[in-house]
Structures are given as C-alpha cells and as structure tokens.
C-alpha cells in the first residue's frame, strides 16, 4: 500500500537523510507517474506541491503510478508555501533543477537530505520559488536546444545526486 501523506507545516518534524524529488504543480499526469515509478524504483521520497494541473487524487495518481506505489514514500502539500515551511523546519537543501542554473548537476556537490525540484512542465517555477532555492543547477545540453522532458531530467538528477552520496540500490542478482 502506498503511503500517501498531505502535509501542512505543524506534521511531523523528523528529516530523513536520504535524497528526494519534488514536483512543483505537475501539468502531465504521464510524467508524474514516470517519476514516481522513478522514486519507487530507486528508494527516494517524492513530494507533490499542488495544485497539480490534473485530478491529483489518491486515485489518479495510484492509476499514474501504476504497481509500482506500494514502494513509494509520497508526502503531498497543499501549495508551495506549505513545502517551505515543512522543508525549513527540518532542514533540508532545496536544489533547483533549472535551464538558468547556476552550476552543471554533475559538478554540483550533493548532501544527504537534499530535496530536487522540478518545475511544471509548462512553466517552470516562479521567481519566488527560484528565490527560495538553495542551489540552482542546470542539464548541460546542446546550443540551440532548450530543454528536456521533466521526467527525463528528473531520472538524469536522481541518478548522479545518488551515485555521489553512493545511495544507488544494489543490483539484483537474481
């Protein structure tokens, strides 16, 4: 069973140490669960900032994730303002993945703790919320190019961030 938590600000004040991703008022549903598959799959904690720009109910986003929820730790606020105050009472660096980043994701240092966002697909994040980000970084791509699908650029961060902090599971042999 999945365990899917809405959270304000006064919920539980423990901070794991692991990594984890958080989608910012996701647009596409597809992406969503590609990335929650992505989480579960990797063993990262997800965070939904709603309002997502589809029916983001326990339901829906089951259906999303397909059979692989029962493995995915998902925490869901209810607007990013919520997310801040959550992550800054127990102090986890927020790192923003961004086509303005400051820094290439791969030269970037990752701590245990960090948490990944993701802006929506169709707009990125607002400029309060790259403001609030304790690191910006960037995909490096091609000249001309401007970006990648989100759960593309999700799985590209998830993966260097825990091969630094050597988290990635073991593989299976069989």
Not at 147 to 169: C, K, T, W
């Amino acid at each position: 069973m999945v365990d899917i938590t809405t959270f304000s600000a006064d919920a539980s004040r423990s901070a794991p140490k692991g990594l984890r991703l958080a989608l910012y008022e996701p647009d596409i549903p597809q992406n969503a669960g590609t990335l929650m598959r992505l989480c579960a799959c990797l063993g990262v904690r997800m965070d939904l900032i709603e309002p997502a720009g589809f029916d983001a109910s326990d339901r829906n986003l089951k259906r999303a994730g397909l059979d692989y929820l029962h493995a995915l730790t998902l925490e869901r606020h209810l607007s990013f303002r919520h997310f801040e105050e959550w992550r800054r009472a127990r102090g986890h660096r927020l790192v923003l993945a961004t086509t303005k980043g400051a820094v290439a994701h791969h030269y970037f240092a990752y701590q245990p703790g960090d948490i990944i966002l993701l802006g929506r697909e169709s707009a990125g994040v607002p400029d309060a919320v790259h403001e609030a980000a304790d690191a910006r970084v960037a995909i490096p791509l091609r000249p001309g190019l401007r970006s990648l699908n989100v759960a593309i650029a999700g799985g590209i961060l998830v993966a260097e961030a825990l091969r630094q902090l050597d988290l990635l599971p073991p593989i299976a042999t069989s």
